[in-house]
């Protein structure tokens, strides 16, 4: 979040579970629904959040350190492959810094 507005001036939002209810006491039933705002998230409150997220239509999804995402389509992946599945058909960019050999990742569609 913080990167995403001193170096682009985007503002940017983290949604964690506290802030989900706070959007949802004040009668968000879309709690995800902001197009003024990037909403952050980590994995595990994505896949969490897979039906919300699954409901939204997506402009774009962007996923940093994305190499914690490989293997999607091994059963030990479980937060890759659920995500993967919340989030089919549209468009996703994956980021990351790490250095991976060829072959070590799966594409996620």
Same mark, same amino acid.
């Given at each position: 979040?913080q990167e995403?507005?001193?170096?682009?001036?985007i503002?940017a939002?983290v949604?964690?579970?506290?802030?989900?209810?706070a959007?949802r006491?004040a009668?968000a039933?879309r709690?995800?629904d902001d197009?003024?705002?990037v909403l952050?998230c980590?994995?595990?409150?994505?896949?969490a959040q897979a !039906?919300?997220?699954? @409901?939204?239509?997506?402009?774009?999804v &962007?996923?940093?350190? /994305?190499?914690?995402? #490989?293997?999607?389509?091994?059963?030990g992946s479980k937060?890759?492959? !659920?995500?993967?599945? @919340?989030?089919a058909g549209?468009p996703? &960019?994956l980021l990351? /810094?790490?250095p991976l #050999?060829s072959g070590?990742?799966?594409r996620?569609?």
């Amino acid at each position: 979040m913080q990167e995403l507005e001193e170096k682009f001036f985007i503002p940017a939002l983290v949604l964690d579970a506290r802030r989900l209810e706070a959007r949802r006491a004040a009668g968000a039933f879309r709690p995800f629904d902001d197009s003024a705002t990037v909403l952050v998230c980590s994995y595990h409150f994505a896949r969490a959040q897979a !039906d919300a997220i699954r @409901a939204m239509s997506w402009d774009l999804v &962007v996923m940093d350190e /994305a190499h914690r995402l #490989r293997n999607v389509y091994k059963s030990g992946s479980k937060i890759a492959r !659920d995500l993967k599945d @919340a989030l089919a058909g549209h468009p996703k &960019v994956l980021l990351t /810094a790490t250095p991976l #050999r060829s072959g070590s990742v799966s594409r996620a569609s």
